[in-house]
Each structure stands twice: as structure tokens, then as C-alpha cells.
């Protein structure tokens, strides 16, 4: 928390930004934000926002931040460490699919099309990976339960999945090698996938009950990892 003045008054404007930031991510997208326009909305001087965000690019830095980390809180808050692996894989990727239609154009931000001319730097990755260590820490858990059958051994290949996601998805376990990793990885970015289909309409017309179809679709890929 803030502890002066200052610093609460920063905190403060910092906030009516993004989420002027935000509404502007509902208007014209995130390819048309623009730091002139937030600086408009809120009344404020354009040299006087800069001096929060010196561009548009720490601007979206910031949204793009902020929504992992949403979206990794809700993720979080839904998982229950004492229920079974497969109820807790569920309902993980329930919360997902609930933040994204709640949030849609910040879940476009962060899954949709790339922002022309941005690069997401290095600073956003563990809010990014929140999601995935939630799901690697209910198969790590189902694994240390005795869950999951001993996987087949494969040899470890750094070059298949990097020694960072396999410490995400499970860490180490006899019942964890990297055929199984590699089923973590598509399950994780098919649930993303999924989620992607639904709110950009790619499932119109193919799909009849969404409701229905993503829940046996992540019963599909619970039953890929085994849980």
C-alpha cells in the first residue's frame, strides 16, 4: 500500500489511466490506443500522463500486466488444493472461460491479434505464466498423490519443453516426463484455444451448446493428462 501522500495520489491517477486505457481498448482496440486520447478522456495534459507512462508501449505493458494478473487471480481463487485433481482442472478452466467473456477485450489484448509494432518485454512473463502454475500445480499434486500412473521415462530434452515450463507443469516426478509435459502444454494452450474460438465466433454454426462443448472439451483434456 502507498504509505505517503504522494505516493497514494500516483497510485490513484495510475489507475484512472489504465482504466481510461481500458475503455479505449473497448473502442478502437489495442492498436489504436493512444496516449493523447487517455490524456483527453481524463482531462488531463499529454506531458503530464507521460510522466506515468513515457509511451503508448509502457502503457500496454501496464494492461497487459494487469490482465494476466487478473486473469492468473481468478484462476487461482477457483482452485481448491483438497479437491480431486480432475474437479480442480475443471474448475480452473471454468474461471478462465469467465474472466475471458467478462473481459473479453482485455483477454484480446493479451490472445488476440498482436499489437503491430509491440513487443511484450520480458517484465510480463510470470504474470503471464500465473494460469500455468496453477494447472502444473494440480498435476504436480496429482502426480505426489499418487494420481497418475509412472510415466514412460522419457529422457529429458531441454529443447522439447524448457527446464522453466517443466518446473511450472509438475516440477519433478516419476510420474512426470516430458510426454507428459508436452500433454500439460497442449492442454494448457488448447484451453486458451478454446476460449479463443468461443469469444473471436469461431464456433458458430459448429458448436450448438458452448456451455456444454467446453466443459467436454476440458473433460477431453483431463483425460489427456490422466487426471
Known amino acids: 500500500m502507498p504509505s505517503t501522500v504522494r505516493e497514494r495520489v500516483r497510485a490513484e491517477l495510475t489507475a484512472e489511466i489504465t482504466a481510461a486505457a481500458r475503455r479505449q481498448l473497448a473502442e478502437v482496440g489495442a492498436a489504436g490506443l493512444s496516449l493523447r486520447a487517455v490524456a483527453r478522456e481524463l482531462g488531463m495534459a499529454s506531458s503530464a500522463l507521460y510522466r506515468y507512462f513515457p509511451s503508448r508501449d509502457d502503457l500496454l505493458t501496464r494492461l497487459i500486466t494487469d490482465g494476466y494478473d487478473a486473469l492468473g487471480a481468478a484462476a487461482e481463487d477457483a482452485d481448491d488444493p483438497v479437491a480431486p485433481p480432475r474437479e480442480r482442472w475443471l474448475a480452473v478452466c471454468r474461471a478462465v472461460r469467465s474472466w475471458a467473456r467478462a473481459h473479453p477485450h482485455e483477454y484480446a489484448l493479451l490472445y488476440g491479434t498482436p499489437v503491430p509494432g ?3 518485454p520480458r517484465e510480463t512473463v510470470p504474470s503471464a505464466a500465473r494460469v500455468g502454475v496453477v ?4 498435476l504436480g499434486d496429482a502426480a505426489r498423490s499418487g494420481a497418475l ?5 522419457r529422457a529429458r530434452d531441454p529443447e522439447l519443453v524448457s527446464d522453466e515450463t517443466a518446473a511450472i507443469l509438475g516440477g519433478a516426478h516419476p510420474a512426470l516426463d516430458d510426454a507428459v509435459r508436452v500433454r500439460a502444454l497442449l492442454a494448457w494452450s488448447s ?7 468461443e469469444l473471436f465466433g ?5 458448436v450448438a451448446d458452448v456451455d456444454r462443448y467446453f466443459d467436454v472439451a476440458m473433460g477431453e483434456l483431463a483425460d489427456l493428462l490422466r487426471l
Open 202 to 206: 469461431q464456433l458458430v454454426g459448429s
Open 135 to 138: 494447472l502444473g500445480r494440480v
Open 191 to 197: 484451453l486458451y484455444g478454446t476460449v479463443s474460438f
Open 149 to 153: 500412473p509412472d510415466a514412460a521415462g
Open 118 to 120: 509491440y513487443a511484450a
